[in-house]
Each structure stands twice: as C-alpha cells, then as structure tokens.
C-alpha cells in the first residue's frame, strides 16, 4: 500500500486551487502536480505550492509522478481528460457535472469500465459534496429506511441562486451554449439534481419549462419548471432560477406517512399517526384530515469541509478501497435530468427517460452553432482536444 497517493489538480481557477490546498490537509495524499492551459496560472501555482506544473493535461497525465486527477476545469473538458487519464491508468476525481450532455457522461462510463479491465482498483468519483452533509445523509436516512412509507410528491423550490446581469458580463465560458452547455442547470443546479435523485430515484418522464434569457442578457436558461413523474407514481416538481431575490430553497418530500419540509437547516417531518392513503378509502368523515405530529428531526454535524471530505474520501478509496460516497457514473443522472428539462421545453413536449442521448447531443449542437458567443474567442472556452484546440 502507497503511503501517500500522488495527485494533479487540472484547472486552476475558482474550484482547483481551493482543491490543491484541500489536498495537502489530506495525510494520505500528496499534491504531486498542477496543471492549467493558462500557462502564467500554472506557472503561478506550481510555483507556490512548490510542485510540478503543466499547461498541457495530456503531459500531466503521462507523468509516471501521478497516481490520479482532480480535474477541475470547465465542464465540456471534464470528458477528454476523464477518459484519457483513466485509459492510462489514473484515477479520477472530476467536478461537477461530470459531463455537459448524456452522450458524454455515457463515454466517461464506458471509459470507466473498459481501463478497468486493465487497471481493476481504478477509482472514477465526482465532487459532489453535498452528499457528505449531515443534513442530506439524515434526509437519504429517513426516505431509505422506509419512515414516509409510499412516496407521492417531491418538491423542490431552489430559487436563492440569484444573479446579476453583471455576473455575467464578467464573460467566460459560464451561461454560453458552447462553453457550458447551458445555464442554471448546468451551473448552479447539479448538485441539486444529484441530490433529487440521490435521495428519491430518476423519474420515467420529464416535462420541461425554461426561460432562456429571460430576465439576463445571455443565450441559455435563467429560469426552470421541470415536472416528473415516477414509475411508482410519485410526482416531482424542480423549480429555479437566477433572478429571484429573496430566493427559496424548500424541499417538500410526501409519503403515506407524512411530509418533510427541508428549508433553512432544519428538517421538519410532519408525522402522521396513520396512512393516508389508508385514511382516503377508510375514513367516514367528508372533510377529514390525518392527525399528524410536527417533529424537527435532528442531524450530525459536519466537518465543515465538505470539498475536503469528497477528496479523502477519493484518496481512501484509491488506497484502501473505500466505498464512494459519489461513484462518477452516477453523476450521469442529474446530468440526464438537466438535459431532459432542457429538451423537453424546446420540444415542448416530454421527454422519456433514459433520454435518448445521441439526439440530445445533437440538438444541443445545434444550439452551439447558432450561438452568438464566438467560437473562437479565448473568452469562451468551448469544447476542444487535449491540446486545446477546438473540435467541434
Ligand atoms: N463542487 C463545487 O462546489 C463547485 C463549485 C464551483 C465550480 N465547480 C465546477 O468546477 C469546474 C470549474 O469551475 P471554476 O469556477 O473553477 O472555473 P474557472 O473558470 O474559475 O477555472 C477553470 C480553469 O480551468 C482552466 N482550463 C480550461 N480548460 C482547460 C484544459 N483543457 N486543461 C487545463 N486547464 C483548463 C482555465 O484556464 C481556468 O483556470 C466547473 O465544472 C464547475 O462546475 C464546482
């Protein structure tokens, strides 16, 4: 067994440096290298953190000094550098989304499984935070051990995602179809979505209402109604958006048993004393309702650093195989949902899941090439090869 298992964190910006000081709190873990095609960024941060630097991802993974990847750079690249390190034998680690569309986050996860036919203990996991957190673990905790009994609606109203026109003006690659892939749903819900179907499951049909640019002047989503139905009948509702202020983060998850009202760190359960559904075909009252109990369920503490927790838990599974708190294959479902939403609203009709992959990547290359956004322009990183260049 390693002492320590050597790392590069590839990309540089918001998320990836925070990541290599992450990284040198781990014991277990050595920051081994740092990468970024920016070469005046990785030269800065090798340079700081004392470690080797690339501007290239292809000669980061070739390094015989890595023994795995954090790859943090903008989405659309989170798929060549995934499935080129993996097939040489590296561990991955990659930020959220795993992917833009379905069509890609399926490659990652063929990737996967076939250079684990050469490297078996390989380890392919996502930053999903979230899913560390007390909060969410109690949630999981309740719907799994069966405390709502039948499910039949989840909620989620997610609007504190507010934005200025100003954000955005700040350019990049963010809220561009060629550069992100999309908007709110793409950028500020993944970890919402993940959580969605962490905690009650994928639904079968998927019904989408966007506003693409509606209170922003930018050329993809800033506001979302997504409707879905799940095959044991339960209804799921996920509302956002980046233009409300106050916004909301209330989750309402209902079962047979009562309801939760996740919102504002506390989680309420309204028990109640019988089913429901029973109490529908039982009672003989008209206007009867089910006596129920207001209980704030308490939940464990974090360790604060949930970042921090995904990448031990990483490290501990490439050294001692650990199970994964987010395997990355399963990150294809929020992107499918986000996809799905997206579809769904230009269609203007529902979208069946599994989404059909192939047309969806089609469709949003579509939406790519009447971009307003420059392909070219540095400012918006699209889609390109290992050595930077555009492919699309
Ligand atoms: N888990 C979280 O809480 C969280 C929070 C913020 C961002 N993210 C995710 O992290 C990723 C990066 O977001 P960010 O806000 O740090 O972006 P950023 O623009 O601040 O940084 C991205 C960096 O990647 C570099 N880069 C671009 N293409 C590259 C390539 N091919 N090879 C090497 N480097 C490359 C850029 O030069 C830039 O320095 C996104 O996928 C985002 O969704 C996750």
């Avoid at 030269?43 to 292809?58: E, I, R």
């Avoid at 993996?86 to 076939?114: C, F, R, S």
């Avoid at 939940?299 to 995904?310: E, K, L, Q, S, V």
Wanted: glycine residues 8%; proline residues 5%.
């Amino acid at each position: 067994m390693k002492d320590k298992i050597k790392l590069a964190v590839i990309g540089l910006g918001n998320m990836g440096i925070p990541h290599t000081n992450d990284i040198q709190q781990i014991p277990n873990a050595k920051l081994a290298a740092v990468c970024d095609i920016i070469p005046e960024k990785a030269k800065q941060a090798g340079t700081k953190l004392g470690v080797p630097f690339f501007t290239n991802a292809q000669e980061c993974i070739n390094s015989p000094e890595i023994d795995g990847l954090v790859i943090a750079t903008p989405h659309y690249f989170h798929t060549p550098i995934a499935i080129e390190a993996m097939m040489n034998g590296k561990h991955v680690l990659t930020e959220k989304p795993i992917a833009v569309h379905a069509a890609d986050a399926q490659k990652m996860i063929a990737a996967y499984y076939k250079a684990a036919e050469k490297f078996p203990k390989l380890v392919f996991a996502a930053m999903f935070q979230q899913r560390t957190l007390g909060y969410w673990r109690k949630v999981k905790d309740l719907i799994a051990s069966g405390e709502l009994g039948k499910l039949i609606r989840t909620t989620w109203i997610i609007t504190d995602w507010f934005r200025t026109q100003y954000y955005y003006d700040m350019g990049g690659w963010r809220a561009t179809w060629q550069g992100e892939g999309g908007g709110v749903l793409l950028n500020q819900c993944p970890h919402n979505l993940d959580l969605y179907q962490w905690l009650v499951g994928m639904p079968a049909k998927v019904w989408g209402f966007t506003g693409i640019g509606k209170y922003h002047h930018i050329e993809v989503e800033d506001e979302v109604t997504g409707y879905f139905e799940h095959e044991n009948g339960m209804v799921g509702h996920f509302i956002t958006t980046t233009a409300e202020s106050p916004g909301s983060n209330r989750l309402e998850i209902v079962g047979e048993n009562g309801k939760l009202v996740c919102e504002n760190n506390s989680i309420l359960f309204y028990r109640n004393r019988t089913s429901m559904l029973d109490a529908i075909h039982q009672s003989k009252k008209a206007f009867d309702k089910v006596e129920n109990w207001p209980i704030t369920i308490p939940y464990p503490a974090d360790t604060g650093h949930p970042h921090r927790d995904i990448l031990q838990n990483f490290v501990n599974a490439i050294q001692v195989n650990e199970t994964l708190i987010a395997p990355a294959p399963e990150g294809i479902h929020s992107v499918s949902l986000g996809n799905a939403i997206l579809y769904s609203s230009f269609q203007e009709k529902p979208v069946r899941m599994p989404i059909d992959a192939n047309a969806y990547e089609t469709f949003l290359n579509g939406l790519c090439e009447k971009s307003v956004f420059t392909k070219n322009s540095s400012q918006n990183q699209g889609p390109t090869d290992m050595t930077g260049s555009f492919t699309r």
